[in-house]
């Protein structure tokens, strides 16, 4: 089992930054995709970040050049470095991840998640 736990989220207004973190324990594979998805309230959970086996990064359009996903395999810790927050990037964050090199905007691919975290941003 592998378990995930994030931290860092809170309150910022509009144009500030955050950074979430997510680190993992228990019988963690590698290499293997991590990424992280949020849920806005009222909205469905959608992809926001992904990071494959060989640390290759892919954000959804509307996050683009103000999210930055990384990873230290070292420590099993994944971040999320977010610049430039909008009203509409509030929501629950979560760390995902799932045992395949390859990674997936499908939400039901991922096996692990951890138990979210509220990022809110106010205008």
């Known amino acids: 089992q592998v378990q995930l736990v994030e931290s860092g989220g809170g309150s910022v207004q509009s144009g500030g930054s955050l950074r979430l973190s997510c680190a993992a324990s228990?019988?963690?594979?590698?290499?293997?995709?991590m990424a992280w998805f949020r849920q806005a309230p009222g909205k469905e959970r959608e992809g926001v970040a992904r990071?494959?086996?060989?640390?290759?990064?892919a954000y959804v359009d509307s996050v683009k050049d103000r999210f930055t996903i990384s990873r230290d395999n070292a420590e099993k810790t994944m971040y999320l470095r977010m610049n430039r927050l909008k009203p509409e990037d509030t929501g629950m964050y979560y760390c995902?991840?799932?045992?395949?090199?390859?990674?997936?905007?499908?939400?039901?691919?991922?096996?692990?998640w951890g138990q979210g975290i509220e990022v809110t941003v106010s205008s």
């Open positions: 995902a991840a799932r045992s395949e090199f390859i990674c997936s905007w499908n939400s039901a691919t991922f096996s692990y």
């Open positions: 228990g019988d963690v594979p590698r290499p293997y995709c």
């Open positions: 990071i494959n086996g060989a640390g290759l990064p």
